[in-house]
T-cell receptor, first 112, second 114 residues
Framework: AQTVTQSQPEMSVQEAETVTLSCTYD???????LFWYKQPPSRQMILVIR??????QNATENRFSVNFQKAAKSFSLKISDSQLGDAAMYFC?????????FGKGTKLSVKP | DSGVTQTPKHLITATGQRVTLRCSPR?????VYWYQQSLDQGLQFLIQ???????AKGNILERFSAQQFPDLHSELNLSSLELGDSALYFC?????????????FGPGTRLTVL
């Protein structure tokens, strides 16, 4: 089975600090896409960042960046200058045949 | 606001009943996806439609069915409901059906089966 694994059920970060959320995946495809979604207490799923597997350059989106290691099948999310509003569940997902395969999620707490 | 709308926001019903969840995709999006989020199973893909045609099926029970109408809105029908069907049901849409297309999620419908 092609899976997405998030090994950290919960993480905590001090406001203004940096935190990295881990994700590994399994795939037999050579061309695929990876995503990080944020789910705040409102339960809305919000796209954080997207990475094309054929691109070596890591995607960045303001305070959010990824470390994409294709050979290791690793796709971690780094949040810089953490803010209270970053507190949420974060889901890593892989695009497959048009649908998304999600990890179990990491709950991020931000301490003031 | 993602531009994807779902109704109703909340639904409370009894075991054995049937319900219909509705989704309107973002303007211009041809693909609609349904996902189920439950505490024990996490986020799971159910089914995908593209321009009115079913294109992919995931872990969708036989008691569940869906369709996409000519105006591109979609409905997910859940029948013979069981307690375990209680979950948050998301609809998402994208322009195409390629694996790289960003999927934009609606706010979800929370289903409670009593």
């Amino acid at each position: 089975a092609q899976t997405v694994t998030q090994s950290q059920p919960e993480m905590s970060v001090q406001e203004a600090e940096t935190v990295t959320l881990s994700c590994t995946y399994d795939t037999s495809e050579s061309d695929y896409y990876l995503f990080w979604y944020k789910q705040p207490p409102s339960r809305q799923m919000i796209l954080v960042i997207r990475q094309e597997a054929y691109k070596q350059q890591n995607a960045t989106e303001n305070r959010f960046s990824v470390n994409f290691q294709k050979a290791a099948k690793s796709f971690s999310l780094k949040i810089s200058d953490s803010q209270l509003g970053d507190a949420a569940m974060y889901f890593c997902a892989r695009g497959s045949q048009g649908n998304l395969i999600f990890g179990k999620g990491t709950k991020l707490s931000v301490k003031p | 606001d993602s531009g994807v709308t779902q109704t109703p926001k909340h639904l409370i019903t009894a075991t054995g009943q049937r319900v219909t969840l509705r989704c309107s995709p973002r303007s211009g999006d041809l693909s609609v996806y349904w996902y189920q989020q439950s505490l024990d199973q996490g986020l799971q893909f159910l089914i995908q439609y593209y321009n009115g045609e079913e294109r992919a099926k995931g872990n969708i029970l036989e008691r569940f069915s869906a369709q996409q109408f000519p105006d591109l809105h979609s409905e997910l029908n859940l029948s013979s409901l069981e307690l375990g069907d209680s979950a948050l049901y998301f609809c998402a849409s994208s322009v195409r059906l390629a694996g790289g297309d960003t999927q934009y999620f609606g706010p979800g419908t929370r289903l409670t089966v009593l």
